[in-house]
Each structure stands twice: as C-alpha cells, then as structure tokens.
C-alpha cells in the first residue's frame, strides 16, 4: 500500500511539472487574442497567424541551437553539465513535437475547409 502511495505521489508530481512547463510554453509563444470586430490593432500586436507561427518556429529554431550548442560544450569537454545539455536537448525535441502538432491541426483544418460545399 505503501508503495502505492509513493507511486502515485510521485506520479501527481510528474504531472504537476508537466503541467507548469505547459503553461510557461503556453505562456511564452500565445499571442493576445483581438476581439473579432475591432478595426485597429493596438501597439505591439502581433500581425496574425502567420507572424504567430514564424514566432514559434524561431522559438523552436532558438532552442534547439541552444540544446546543440550545450551538448557540443558537453562533448568538447567545455562543460561537466551534462543534466542541463540533456535538459535543453529534450526541452528542444518536446517544443518541436509541439510545433508538429500544431501544423498538423491547421493542415487539417485546411483540408477541412476545402473539403466544405459552398
């Protein structure tokens, strides 16, 4: 029972972690949301979908030369921080499998828009 416990402890902790970097991702690349009917775009707004995705594509690019470089530090031996390359390594992959899905969702609802009779 009592590994029961622990298991599902550290199970509610592994979702909680998940859930937090979820939510700083979500924070870091969501763009304001406009009200549909407003003619002016207040300072600072993005231009739209597409300069959202070129945003989240740069944010990914940004990581993943961010994880090569630390593990090219690590292989070099210009750094013992290992943890951290591994880190910024997986961080890298989960914001690209993010990316892919999102794409994915608009190819879809694009196919779905094209498949509507007008």
């Known amino acids: 029972m009592e590994n ?9 902790a592994s979702l909680a ?4 970097s979820a939510l700083s991702i979500n924070a870091e ?3 304001p949301v406009l009200p549909a ?3 002016l775009r207040p300072a ?4 739209g979908f597409m300069a959202s995705m070129q ?8 990581r993943d030369r961010a994880a090569s470089d630390r593990i090219a530090e690590v292989d070099s031996g210009r750094s013992d921080d290992l943890v951290g390359a591994m880190l910024a390594s997986q961080e890298a992959s989960l ?4 990316l892919m899905q999102v794409r994915n969702k608009v190819v879809g609802a694009m196919d779905e828009l094209i498949k509507l009779q007008v």
Do not use: P
């Open 4 to 12: 029961e416990n622990s298991m599902a402890a550290s199970i509610n």
């Open 17 to 20: 972690r998940m859930e937090a």
């Open 29 to 31: 690349y969501a763009a």
């Open 37 to 39: 009917m407003e003619g």
């Open 44 to 47: 600072g707004v993005a231009e």
């Open 55 to 62: 945003a989240a594509i740069r944010g990914v690019d940004s």
């Open 95 to 98: 914001s690209f499998s993010m």
